[in-house]
DNA sequence: AGTACCACCTGACGGC
DNA sequence: TGCCGTCAGGTGGTAC
């Protein structure tokens, strides 16, 4: 699941849970899924501290900790957070669990391990090293214009590709392309500005409305690819049969009528 | 520079 | 019912 909305949805709800109460304790029964800082350091960092205000940068959540640096999580395919008191109630896969004092906790849980939890000293310093490009909703429309402009290779591969620009998966990018009318495997050196123009602006437009709609795939409008974007699925626009490709190994659905 | 393919890991689903 | 192949919204490495 996890794209840019919902990180920051993620985001909003470890803001709305988890912030200004004492850390008691940290446990990890995955210690696969931390990079770069054990499981007996992680414990050690956060005790006794507490957490400050979220922050996202694409697909990456990053917790303040009071007194010293970040908490980074990146959730991977499958990787979701959740807030809970009783103990029946931690999510399946809870691979890492910080305690709060008011007795609740927070489980980053993670089915298929495939996200990280790591320490930071910076955002900014984190982001550099992983060579993330700017933001997807901070990004402005001239930078993305001439990021993208005149490039080799097709328009989808190059808008998920997190070192040009941060925060857009699989999913979003056939959505936005499904909005801009443009077929995922455009040469993107056919593009002129007008119509990277277009995308830009359905970007903005599929990214905020999903963040609105809380990532929820239950929320988009029927006038969205998503609702119809599986095999046999037809186009809200013109009912034609979407058509289902692959490419750079994604799958790829898109409408043969009006994405050209 | 791009892309295809594999790997990481686990589970769901369809076909037989 | 059970087994097997395939696929899944992320990323990173390798080999063209």
């Given at each position: 699941?996890p794209e840019l909305p919902?990180v920051e949805?993620?985001?909003?709800?470890?803001?709305?849970?988890?912030?200004?109460?004492?850390?008691?304790?940290?446990?990890?029964?995955?210690?696969?899924?931390?990079?770069?800082?054990?499981?007996?350091?992680?414990?050690?960092?956060?005790?006794?501290?507490?957490?400050?205000?979220?922050r996202r940068h694409g697909k990456y959540l990053f917790?303040?900790?009071?007194?010293?640096?970040?908490?980074?999580?990146h959730?991977?395919?499958?990787?979701?957070?959740?807030?809970?008191?009783?103990?029946?109630?931690?999510?399946?896969?809870?691979?890492?669990?910080?305690?709060?004092?008011?007795?609740?906790?927070?489980?980053?849980?993670?089915?298929?391990?495939?996200?990280?939890?790591?320490?930071?000293?910076?955002v900014e310093?984190f982001a550099a090293k992983k060579g993330l490009g700017p933001d997807a909703l901070q990004i402005?429309?001239?930078t993305f214009?001439?990021t993208?402009?005149?490039?080799?290779?097709?328009?989808?591969?190059a808008l998920m590709r997190q070192g040009l620009m941060a925060g857009v998966g699989?999913?979003y990018a056939?959505?936005?392309?499904?909005?801009?009318?443009?077929?995922?495997?455009?040469?993107?050196?056919?593009?002129?500005?007008?119509?990277?123009?277009?995308?830009?602006?359905?970007m903005?437009?599929?990214l905020?409305?999903?963040?609105?709609?809380?990532?929820?795939?239950?929320?988009?409008?029927?006038?969205?690819?998503?609702?119809?974007?599986?095999?046999?699925?037809?186009?809200?626009?013109?009912?034609?049969?979407?058509?289902?490709?692959?490419?750079?190994?994604?799958?790829?659905?898109?409408?043969?009528?009006?994405?050209?």
């Amino acid at each position: 699941m996890p794209e840019l909305p919902d990180v920051e949805v993620y985001r909003k709800y470890l803001n709305a849970t988890s912030l200004h109460k004492e850390i008691t304790g940290v446990s990890v029964s995955s210690p696969e899924v931390l990079e770069g800082v054990s499981a007996r350091k992680l414990g050690f960092r956060l005790k006794g501290r507490k957490f400050g205000s979220a922050r996202r940068h694409g697909k990456y959540l990053f917790v303040k900790v009071e007194g010293d640096g970040w908490l980074v999580l990146h959730f991977g395919m499958t990787g979701r957070l959740k807030y809970f008191r009783e103990p029946g109630h931690e999510p399946e896969h809870d691979r890492v669990r910080v305690d709060f004092a008011n007795g609740y906790h927070l489980a980053y849980d993670s089915r298929r391990k495939l996200g990280i939890v790591s320490m930071a000293e910076s955002v900014e310093g984190f982001a550099a090293k992983k060579g993330l490009g700017p933001d997807a909703l901070q990004i402005d429309a001239g930078t993305f214009v001439e990021t993208f402009r005149g490039r080799r290779g097709s328009v989808k591969p190059a808008l998920m590709r997190q070192g040009l620009m941060a925060g857009v998966g699989n999913v979003y990018a056939d959505e936005i392309l499904f909005h801009a009318g443009v077929r995922p495997n455009k040469k993107l050196r056919d593009l002129g500005d007008r119509k990277l123009k277009a995308i830009y602006c359905a970007m903005r437009e599929v990214l905020e409305e999903a963040v609105e709609a809380g990532a929820d795939p239950g929320g988009f409008p029927e006038t969205c690819l998503l609702p119809h974007r599986k095999i046999g699925g037809r186009c809200p626009r013109c009912g034609a049969a979407l058509e289902k490709t692959r490419l750079s190994g994604r799958g790829t659905f898109y409408c043969p009528r009006h994405q050209r």
